[in-house]
């Protein structure tokens, strides 16, 4: 199984960008799944997270502006990123807790990072 991220970019403080990513492969279920941000000399944080009933949870620095979205179908899930501030500036990684099919059990998985930049 495979997470493809897309979607990273530069954009002017107050703009919005939508990421996006794509699991691929022998999929069983997708659990929780969620974007963690990583700025150089800081640990990677929970950004967005939602879970396989749609509860959400946020940093709190991004609520209010911030959307998690999934498409259980498509095996798809999306950060759409509004009102954009520098200090949103940063290396995005989606993740996810997948029950791959021949598994006895789930594992957590990463995609690349995209960047994301935001200039004032």
């Known amino acids: 199984v495979q997470l493809q991220a897309s979607g990273g970019g530069l954009v002017q403080a107050g703009g919005s960008l939508r990421l996006s990513c794509a699991a691929s492969?022998?999929?069983?279920?997708?659990?929780?799944v969620g974007w963690y941000r990583q700025v150089p000399g800081k640990e990677r944080e929970l950004v967005a997270g939602?879970?396989?009933?749609?509860?959400?949870n946020y940093l709190d620095s991004v609520k209010g502006r911030f959307t998690i979205s999934r498409d259980n179908a498509k095996n798809t899930w999306y950060l759409q990123m509004n009102s954009l501030k520098p200090e949103d500036t940063g290396v995005y990684y989606c993740?996810?807790?997948?029950?791959?099919?021949?598994?006895?059990?789930?594992?957590?998985?990463w995609g690349q990072g995209t960047q994301v930049t935001v200039s004032s």
């Open positions: 492969g022998d999929i069983f279920s997708i659990n929780a």
């Open positions: 939602i879970n396989s009933v749609a509860e959400r």
């Open positions: 993740n996810a807790v997948i029950f791959q099919i021949g598994r006895s059990a789930v594992e957590t998985l």
